[in-house]
């Protein structure tokens, strides 16, 4: 596996945890702030049309990205009762 579909698919990972309400926020927090790893990786191997086009679209969902605040410790995700 090369480095730009290792880094894509950490940096699809990292974004899909920090949208994860059921997690702490800390935890989401973390998640972004580590986003830049893969991002650097990925902009000095996108050298081609196919991977800047990419690397765009995963730039905007960064940007653009809503997070809603995490669940408390007694509130359940929906769909999953825990009683």
Not at 21 to 40: F, G, I, K, N, V
Not at 62 to 68: G, I, N
Request: aromatic content about 8%.
């Amino acid at each position: 596996m090369d480095a730009w579909r290792v880094s894509r698919i950490t940096l699809e990972l990292l974004l899909d945890t920090a949208c994860d309400p059921a997690l702490p926020w800390h935890w989401r927090s973390l998640c972004l702030d580590r986003a830049y790893r893969p991002l650097r990786v990925m902009q000095q191997q996108a050298l081609d049309p196919a991977r800047q086009r990419s690397l765009t679209m995963l730039l905007n969902r960064l940007a653009t990205l809503r997070l809603e605040p995490s669940l408390s410790f007694t509130e359940s995700a929906k769909g999953h009762p825990y009683e």
